[in-house]
T-cell receptor
Framework: NAGVTQTPKFQVLKTGQSMTLQCAQD?????MYWYRQDPGMGLRLIYY???????DKGEVPNGYNVSRLNKREFSLRLESAAPSQTSVYFC????????????FGEGSRLTVL | ELKVEQNPLFLSMQEGKNYTIYCNYS?????LYWYRQDPGKSLESLFV?????AVKQEGRLMASLDTKARLSTLHITAAVHDLSATYFC????????????FGTGTRLKVLA
């Protein structure tokens, strides 16, 4: 069972470079999410997609863009990376609806120099 | 805007002891979730609480939800070393948004 798959798992960027984090789920979930995790800050929501064709800002959207490519895939793009974006990024998915339990990918560790 | 606070942030406890982690949130919601994260790993779901008064138990962990007080508790009974992890609560921002806001986490260390 693949569940939620994120790529890449590790990435080092220089300030100003761009990159895209990919996320795919095989559980036929409606909703998908991108969070970042920093020490002492918990998980902060960057963007989410409640259903295919929709995207919404979360708590910390500045510097990021997202694309819900189809029901399975939700990508996160950093157009011009900054050191403040050094973090661990988690993708998650959920049925939505009445339960809302999130299923997480393994995380992507990004370092911006 | 929904704010979710957990306390304590760090908890070191002896095996066999009991303790409670608290999760407070700032706006009306009747859906709350608890997750566990082991060091360097992803998060896994522990409990889903979907109504006022909901109580769920799994092994030595018991979670409850009081929507009127905007408070959830995660109670640990007779802690064992394997429970050492970081525990997060997350709250549904409501109004059909499917937007989940996390607390800062409680890092639990159980000492043998």
């Amino acid at each position: 069972n693949a569940g939620v798959t994120q790529t890449p798992k590790f990435q080092v960027l220089k300030t100003g470079q761009s990159m895209t984090l990919q996320c795919a789920q095989d559980m036929n979930h409606n909703s998908m999410y991108w969070y970042r995790q920093d020490p002492g800050m918990g998980l902060r929501l960057i963007y989410y997609s409640a259903s295919e064709g929709t995207t919404d800002k979360g708590e910390v959207p500045n510097g990021y863009n997202v694309s819900r490519l189809n029901k399975r895939e939700f990508s996160l793009r950093l157009e011009s990376a900054a050191p403040s974006q050094t973090s661990v990024y988690f993708c998650a998915s959920s049925w939505g609806g009445t339960t809302g339990e999130l299923f997480f990918g393994e995380g992507s560790r990004l370092t911006v120099l | 805007e929904l704010k979710v606070e957990q306390n304590p942030l760090f908890l070191s406890m002896q095996e066999g002891k009991n303790y409670t982690i608290y999760c407070n949130y700032s706006t009306t919601s009747d859906r709350l979730y608890w997750y566990r994260q082991d060091p360097g790993k992803s998060l896994e779901s522990l409990f889903v609480l979907l109504s006022n008064g909901a109580v769920k138990q799994e092994g030595r962990l018991m979670a409850s939800l009081d929507t009127k007080a905007r408070l959830s508790t995660l109670h640990i009974t007779a802690a064992v070393h394997d429970l050492s992890a970081t525990y997060f609560c997350a709250v549904d921002a409501g109004s059909g948004t499917y937007k989940y806001i996390f607390g800062t986490g409680t890092r639990l260390k159980v000492l043998a």
